[in-house]
């Protein structure tokens, strides 16, 4: 069912909505941004439509409301090991189709990958998702060519129109509401791109011999290993654990889920002093190939949603978009060196 409503119309909604879930939301942080005096629009909890930027991408995706950038999973005693609790409220998220599309990457890993991780469960059956409609292409993305830039599994969907906005429902518990406080009711279909300046092309056959091109040797130098495009992509789920004993009592403290990145040094460290993935490149291979090549094995489609948030994070200016564009060149490459 789709309905028009006023600005005041869809805040009252938020308000009676807010009573049972944590609203979320891209909104501005003023002088959060990477440099001095500069904004940061990322994911917060918000009480009105107004603060939802709806012009501009997000830095940070929503991931951290279903993955915590920090996570207590349980507390421990001499004796007594205690599960921490979820939320007290469910969650709704305001997101754009390329992240609701992330969604179901998530779901992948922590649901369907193997036994399903209780912690992650605990939260995502008691988030809904509001679908933000994009009217134009945002800077760096190709969800286009990976076929994100359209969703219709959303709980909610909100467009700009005019002073007011349109909400297509699919979830018949938010229906009364919307009736009671809308202007009329219509048709409504969500706004998506259809065509973006950066594409992206894939190769047909891409197999594991990718990995012995040196076009991944060109990111040794070249990348930092930073992990910022780890920590901005809404489909990236590495993390480390920690122990944190308490200063009063060392045999009491809690186990911490914390996010990590497979592109920093360290990450694959063994016992003994091993390490899988040494160089700088080695982990940009990981990366692009666990994206495109591994992860479609396992799950049928790509893990990447083409949002191009590493692009507009990364310090030192390396374009995925353009790295997946140079697969097809490494696969003539190592075809090449089989064949000799």
């Given at each position: 069912?789709?309905?028009?409503?006023?600005?005041?119309?869809?805040?009252?909604?938020?308000?009676?909505?807010?009573?049972?879930?944590?609203?979320?939301?891209?909104?501005?942080?003023?002088?959060?941004?990477?440099?001095?005096?500069?904004?940061?629009?990322?994911?917060?909890?918000?009480?009105?439509?107004?603060?939802?930027?709806?012009?501009?991408?997000?830095?940070?995706?929503?991931?951290?409301?279903?993955?915590?950038?920090?996570?207590?999973?349980?507390?421990?005693?001499?004796?007594?090991?205690?599960?921490?609790?979820?939320?007290?409220?469910?969650?709704?998220?305001?997101?754009?189709?390329?992240?609701?599309?992330?969604?179901?990457?998530?779901?992948?890993?922590?649901?369907?990958?193997?036994?399903?991780?209780?912690?992650?469960?605990?939260?995502?059956?008691?988030?809904?998702?509001?679908?933000?409609?994009?009217?134009?292409?945002?800077?760096?993305?190709?969800?286009?060519?990976?076929?994100?830039?359209?969703?219709?599994?959303?709980?909610?969907?909100?467009?700009?129109?005019?002073?007011?906005?349109?909400?297509?429902?699919?979830?018949?518990?938010?229906?009364?509401?919307?009736?009671?406080?809308?202007?009329?009711?219509?048709?409504?279909?969500?706004?998506?791109?259809?065509?973006?300046?950066?594409?992206?092309?894939?190769?047909?056959?891409?197999?594991?011999?990718?990995?012995?091109?040196?076009?991944?040797?060109?990111?040794?130098?070249?990348?930092?290993?930073?992990?910022?495009?780890?920590?901005?992509?809404?489909?990236?789920?590495?993390?480390?654990?920690?122990?944190?004993?308490?200063?009063?009592?060392?045999?009491?403290?809690?186990?911490?889920?914390?996010?990590?990145?497979?592109?920093?040094?360290?990450?694959?460290?063994?016992?003994?002093?091993?390490?899988?993935?040494k160089k700088n490149g080695d982990r940009?291979?990981?990366?692009?190939?666990?994206?495109?090549?591994?992860?479609?094995?396992?799950?049928?489609?790509?893990?990447?949603?083409?949002?191009?948030?590493?692009?507009?994070?990364?310090p030192e200016y390396i374009s995925f978009s353009d790295c997946v564009?140079?697969?097809?060149?490494?696969?003539?490459?190592?075809?090449?060196?089989?064949?000799?």
């Amino acid at each position: 069912m789709g309905y028009e409503l006023t600005g005041k119309g869809l805040n009252e909604a938020m308000e009676e909505w807010a009573k049972d879930y944590a609203i979320y939301g891209p909104r501005r942080f003023e002088n959060g941004g990477r440099f001095s005096d500069t904004d940061c629009i990322r994911y917060g909890e918000v009480t009105s439509v107004d603060e939802i930027v709806f012009d501009q991408k997000s830095e940070f995706s929503f991931k951290e409301v279903l993955l915590p950038v920090s996570e207590v999973l349980f507390y421990y005693t001499e004796d007594s090991v205690k599960e921490a609790e979820g939320p007290k409220k469910g969650a709704l998220i305001f997101l754009r189709s390329c992240d609701l599309h992330g969604v179901k990457r998530l779901d992948e890993m922590y649901l369907h990958n193997g036994p399903a991780d209780s912690f992650y469960r605990k939260i995502r059956e008691r988030v809904k998702f509001v679908l933000m409609g994009c009217e134009r292409e945002c800077t760096n993305g190709f969800c286009v060519d990976l076929g994100t830039n359209i969703c219709t599994d959303y709980d909610l969907s909100v467009d700009l129109a005019g002073d007011g906005y349109q909400v297509d429902c699919k979830n018949e518990a938010f229906d009364d509401l919307l009736q009671q406080l809308c202007l009329r009711q219509k048709e409504v279909v969500p706004a998506y791109v259809t065509e973006t300046s950066v594409r992206v092309k894939i190769p047909e056959g891409i197999d594991q011999r990718i990995s012995g091109s040196s076009m991944w040797r060109e990111y040794d130098s070249r990348c930092i290993g930073c992990g910022r495009c780890n920590f901005v992509c809404p489909t990236c789920t590495c993390f480390s654990m920690q122990d944190i004993k308490y200063t009063d009592n060392e045999k009491a403290g809690e186990r911490r889920r914390v996010w990590s990145s497979c592109m920093v040094e360290g990450y694959t460290e063994v016992a003994g002093g091993g390490s899988h993935r040494k160089k700088n490149g080695d982990r940009m291979r990981f990366k692009v190939l666990h994206k495109f090549l591994t992860f479609k094995k396992r799950a049928g489609y790509h893990m990447c949603v083409g949002c191009g948030r590493c692009d507009d994070i990364c310090p030192e200016y390396i374009s995925f978009s353009d790295c997946v564009n140079r697969l097809e060149a490494g696969m003539k490459e190592v075809a090449a060196n089989d064949s000799q």
